[in-house]
């Protein structure tokens, strides 16, 4: 066997110090450091990565790297090749149970490890995931459909077009329910264009995804895929919604409108919040539990609204102290059709902005006001400077999200150039992006620390 099998991806001190020690990549090893001694499988590096690291996955599944000038001592305990693959099963077919389609966009809700790169690849094909998580057979007849196969941040208006078209084609041919997996870090996007470019839905239509890849042990990759599948075939719910975990731990999966929900935390696995309002439902192995009766219920005909259109020359400016009028300038001058402005309080910018929203309303640009404080609304006429805002041509969205705002502008002026008309479509209500109110329980911020506080989340923490 060559050294570039023997110490795959290893290069500089890391690959000086496995052969000081004759540790082969897949073996399992102890290590001994200055400050601990480490077990488990050496793990092959990216093609990318550092040479300063050795890289082993310990019995707790989790991955560890040691750096090889603190290395005091190392031996190999043994060997065992690893091929990393997920084992793939036929589907079964049961003609009781309903079809469901999953639409792969990327993500990892299933995955391997391509240890050559360093990347999770997807397990996509309906026998992969029956291999990966076989409850799914008793839910349903899945069948995948892997649209594309990008990161979230990639996805943009001709994915999003092409999305809403091919949920379109599998309502009207008869699908019980539509599962997108995605990446979570712009699922919000996502679930906000589906919203509006797939009305009037007859079926569920469940995004979901997973804050940790599947090859680690804390995953929730397939229990959301368990619960999404579970939404998708059974749940009474005929609206876009985004599926993942509600609590910390693994009791159940809460089930969020498309535009009222918001990624919060960057590695929590309950991270997706619904912000001014409460989650459509809860969601778990067994059903459903309802928390509100508003929602747009499940039909059995096969009609749907297509609206798959989208103007891309649409921005945010998170306003902050001293931002300069030259700011809003640039987008004006490079043609942008509509601005989302996420402005501080009730919906306030500097003065010094003002010439700039009205060159902004001159050259016919549509300008939204939005709050970057996520909770409560827009109300511009409380205050001088959103009045003045207003009179400049500044509209606000009460308690539109932000993110929202701008999905929704880009879809509005993909229809209309009349900005009455637009204006019009902005602000009325499709799919819950603007509330009449906000329940007093649509804003919960527990801050930490707090004896009172402490004492409640030590009662309900598990």
Request: aromatic fraction near 10%; charged fraction near 25%.
């Given at each position: 066997m060559s050294d570039k099998d023997t110490y795959k991806g290893y290069r500089g001190i890391a690959l000086e110090?496995?052969?000081?020690?004759?540790?082969?990549?897949?073996?399992?090893?102890?290590?001994?450091?200055?400050?601990?001694?480490f077990e488990g499988i050496v793990l092959p590096r990216s093609e990318t990565a550092d040479g300063d690291h050795i890289v082993i996955k310990m019995i707790t599944g989790y991955n560890v790297g040691i750096r090889a000038d603190r290395i005091r001592g190392a031996e190999e305990l043994g060997y065992k090749e690893a091929h990393y693959k997920i084992p793939e099963k036929a589907f079964p077919y049961d003609p009781k149970k309903s079809r469901v389609v999953l639409f792969g966009t990327g993500g990892t809700i299933a995955s391997r490890l391509d240890y050559r790169t360093g990347a999770v690849i997807p397990a996509f094909t309906p026998g992969e995931l029956y291999g990966s998580v076989p409850e799914l057979a008793d839910i349903c007849n899945l069948e995948t459909d892997k649209l594309f196969g990008?990161?979230?941040?990639?996805?943009?208006?001709?994915?999003?077009m092409t999305l809403a078209t091919r949920i379109g084609e599998e309502i009207e041919k008869g699908v019980r329910g539509i599962v997108v997996g995605h990446?979570?870090?712009?699922?919000?996007h996502t679930s906000a264009v589906l919203s509006f470019m797939v009305q009037n839905s007859p079926v569920p239509i469940v995004m979901v995804g997973s804050q940790r890849s599947s090859d680690r042990p804390s995953s929730d990759a397939a229990l959301n895929l368990i619960h999404s599948v579970k939404t998708a075939a059974d749940c009474d719910i005929a609206e876009v919604m985004v599926c993942m975990f509600g609590p910390t731990s693994d009791d159940y999966g809460l089930l969020h409108r498309g535009t009222r929900v918001r990624k919060m935390h960057s590695s929590y696995r309950s991270t997706f919040r619904t912000l001014s309002d409460v989650p459509l439902a809860m969601v778990n192995r067994e059903g459903f539990s309802y928390?509100?009766?508003?929602?747009?219920?499940?039909?059995?005909?096969?009609?749907?609204?297509?609206?798959?259109?989208?103007?891309?020359?649409?921005g945010?400016?998170?306003?902050?102290?001293?931002?300069?009028?030259?700011?809003?300038?640039?987008?004006?001058?490079?043609?942008?059709?509509?601005?989302?402005?996420?402005?501080?309080?009730?919906?306030?910018?500097?003065?010094?902005?003002?010439?700039?929203?009205?060159?902004?309303?001159?050259?016919?640009?549509a300008v939204y006001m939005t709050v970057q404080t996520l909770w409560g609304y827009a109300q511009m006429y409380v205050y001088e400077t959103g009045r003045e805002m207003m009179g400049l041509g500044?509209?606000?969205?009460?308690?539109?999200?932000?993110e929202v705002a701008y999905i929704k502008l880009g879809w509005a002026l993909a229809q209309s150039d009349d900005l009455e008309e637009v204006k019009d479509i902005m602000l009325t209500s499709i799919n819950g992006e603007i509330t009449?109110?906000?329940?007093?329980?649509?804003?919960?911020?527990?801050?930490?620390?707090?004896?009172?506080?402490d004492e409640f989340v030590s009662e309900i923490r598990r």
């Amino acid at each position: 066997m060559s050294d570039k099998d023997t110490y795959k991806g290893y290069r500089g001190i890391a690959l000086e110090a496995l052969k000081k020690y004759g540790i082969r990549v897949w073996s399992d090893a102890r290590i001994l450091t200055d400050a601990d001694t480490f077990e488990g499988i050496v793990l092959p590096r990216s093609e990318t990565a550092d040479g300063d690291h050795i890289v082993i996955k310990m019995i707790t599944g989790y991955n560890v790297g040691i750096r090889a000038d603190r290395i005091r001592g190392a031996e190999e305990l043994g060997y065992k090749e690893a091929h990393y693959k997920i084992p793939e099963k036929a589907f079964p077919y049961d003609p009781k149970k309903s079809r469901v389609v999953l639409f792969g966009t990327g993500g990892t809700i299933a995955s391997r490890l391509d240890y050559r790169t360093g990347a999770v690849i997807p397990a996509f094909t309906p026998g992969e995931l029956y291999g990966s998580v076989p409850e799914l057979a008793d839910i349903c007849n899945l069948e995948t459909d892997k649209l594309f196969g990008v990161f979230s941040e990639n996805m943009g208006p001709q994915e999003y077009m092409t999305l809403a078209t091919r949920i379109g084609e599998e309502i009207e041919k008869g699908v019980r329910g539509i599962v997108v997996g995605h990446g979570t870090d712009t699922m919000h996007h996502t679930s906000a264009v589906l919203s509006f470019m797939v009305q009037n839905s007859p079926v569920p239509i469940v995004m979901v995804g997973s804050q940790r890849s599947s090859d680690r042990p804390s995953s929730d990759a397939a229990l959301n895929l368990i619960h999404s599948v579970k939404t998708a075939a059974d749940c009474d719910i005929a609206e876009v919604m985004v599926c993942m975990f509600g609590p910390t731990s693994d009791d159940y999966g809460l089930l969020h409108r498309g535009t009222r929900v918001r990624k919060m935390h960057s590695s929590y696995r309950s991270t997706f919040r619904t912000l001014s309002d409460v989650p459509l439902a809860m969601v778990n192995r067994e059903g459903f539990s309802y928390l509100r009766d508003d929602y747009k219920k499940r039909r059995n005909d096969r009609e749907v609204d297509i609206k798959a259109v989208f103007e891309e020359r649409v921005g945010i400016l998170y306003y902050y102290p001293n931002m300069q009028p030259d700011m809003m300038d640039m987008m004006v001058e490079k043609g942008y059709k509509g601005i989302v402005i996420a402005g501080t309080g009730l919906g306030h910018v500097n003065k010094p902005l003002y010439p700039a929203l009205k060159r902004a309303r001159e050259a016919g640009v549509a300008v939204y006001m939005t709050v970057q404080t996520l909770w409560g609304y827009a109300q511009m006429y409380v205050y001088e400077t959103g009045r003045e805002m207003m009179g400049l041509g500044v509209i606000p969205l009460q308690n539109m999200l932000p993110e929202v705002a701008y999905i929704k502008l880009g879809w509005a002026l993909a229809q209309s150039d009349d900005l009455e008309e637009v204006k019009d479509i902005m602000l009325t209500s499709i799919n819950g992006e603007i509330t009449t109110r906000e329940p007093y329980n649509g804003y919960l911020v527990f801050q930490g620390g707090i004896p009172e506080v402490d004492e409640f989340v030590s009662e309900i923490r598990r």
